[in-house]
């Protein structure tokens, strides 16, 4: 394991602190989801009361290399100044003149956020330059931002080499744990709910998981290439079919029943032809669906079986929407998912929501906050409970 960062001395000492404040705005540029930065404050607020300084980094959006406006993490560092009882200051870029004066001024229990690393290309490039600027910048070195990870880049793999004290930070350390517990060592009976729309990008999670959990229930578009595969060789209608992963959903198949994994399919949907507000949506056996039918939710008899299984899950996973969840016609499968976990969290069970879209429709549907642990990274997570190394959780392991 990394350092962690409470067993640092930081007392007036600059810290560096690697954030992930990749959060949506809205058109007049205000923050319209500040779950990253308040899962960032255990880590900021212990480094000020130790007394050190603070200055923040992070990545916001895909500018590719160029200055952004509407990319600019200023709207983010207003949000923090209303979340932290300590003075944030704002510098306009990252490197350079401008940024070494406002930190040279910064003082202790004091914040500056730098402007988003992806205004430079050498960020994503984990240019060896480019992290050197950074390092330079502190005397500590903090790695909070598990959202990004599984991307090698200068902020979070080529700065870990070019300064002398590096850590992780709490929330870092937090989802690892979590995750990588829930994976190797749950509480059983351990239940894994997939969905979305793909099974690509899940292809060596569902390797995995056929190794470590007791059932897997799949909802989502991605049921459907489970359901068309062999021996189930379901007419699926016009659904969501990758017809080149027919043969690994065989194949996951004949797995989870090679080791006894309980693989559970949707037995109906809600299906219709558009996917749209004012869609005609009804509620029809998987069977039934004709060819110009899409199933886009689970169905009724589906969401009681799924929901038998967690109600005897001491340890469920969560991962990908029931449905479109986005609109109204095709969310209630996601919805009374959703609901669910959040029972079975009250009366006891660990339950643990992958990031991303699970995340999303937690929050829509006013239930985010009721479940164990909701990761702040959907890639993160998928990637980590994949088994596959973290590059920036490596990078602080392998840190002298
Ligand atoms: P992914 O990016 O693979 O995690 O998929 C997330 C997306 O899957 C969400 O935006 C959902 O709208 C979409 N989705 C869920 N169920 C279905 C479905 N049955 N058909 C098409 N798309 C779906």
Not at 68 to 97: I, N, R, T, W, Y
Not at 201 to 209: A, S, T, V, W, Y
Not at 273 to 282: G, K, V
């Amino acid at each position: 394991m990394p350092t962690h960062v409470k067993d640092l001395k930081v007392s007036g000492k600059r810290v560096f602190v690697r954030t992930d404040y990749n959060v949506p705005l809205d058109q007049a540029g205000r923050v319209t989801d500040d779950f990253r930065i308040r899962a960032s404050l255990p880590t900021i607020e212990y480094l000020l009361e130790q007394g050190a300084s603070v200055i923040l980094a992070s990545h916001l959006g895909r500018p590719n290399g160029s200055v952004v406006p509407e990319m600019s993490l200023k709207p983010v560092a207003e949000k923090l100044a209303e979340l932290v009882q300590a003075d944030v200051h704002f510098a306009p870029d990252c490197v350079g003149a401008e940024v070494a004066s406002l930190v040279a001024a910064l003082k202790p229990g004091e914040i500056l956020m730098l402007e988003n690393l992806r205004f430079h290309m050498a960020e994503t490039d984990n240019a060896p330059d480019f992290s050197k600027q950074l390092a330079r910048l502190a005397d500590v070195y903090v790695n909070d931002a598990f959202g990004t990870a599984h991307r090698a880049h200068a902020s979070n793999v080529g700065i870990v080499k070019h300064i002398k004290e590096v850590a992780a930070g709490f929330l870092l350390m937090k989802e690892i744990e979590f995750l990588v517990k829930a994976i190797e060592s749950p509480e059983r009976p351990f239940t894994v709910i997939l969905g979305g729309s793909k099974v690509s990008g899940k292809i060596d999670l569902l390797k995995r998981l056929a190794d470590v959990a007791d059932n897997i229930l799949i909802g989502g578009g991605m049921a459907f290439t489970f359901l068309s595969a062999a021996p189930l060789n379901h007419n699926v209608g016009s659904s969501l079919v990758e017809e080149d992963r027919l043969q690994f959903a065989s194949d996951v198949i004949e797995l989870c029943l090679d080791k006894g994994v309980n693989l559970v399919l949707p037995s109906d949907c809600i299906a219709a032809r558009q996917i749209t507000e004012a869609a005609d949506a009804r509620e029809l056996p998987i069977r039934a669906l004709e060819d110009d039918l899409m199933g886009l939710d689970i169905g009724g008899r589906t969401v009681i079986s799924f929901n038998a299984i967690l109600d005897s899950s001491k340890t469920v996973l969560w991962n990908g929407p029931m449905g479109v969840f986005e609109q109204t016609p095709f969310q209630d499968g996601t919805r009374s998912i959703a609901r669910k976990l959040c029972d079975i969290t009250k009366k006891g069970a660990t339950t643990i929501v992958g990031g991303g879209d699970s995340a999303a429709a937690l929050k829509k549907f006013g239930l985010a906050g009721c479940v164990t642990h909701t990761s702040t990274g959907g890639g993160a997570s998928l990637e980590l409970l994949s088994g596959i190394d973290l590059p920036a959780f490596e990078a602080l392991k392998g840190a002298k």
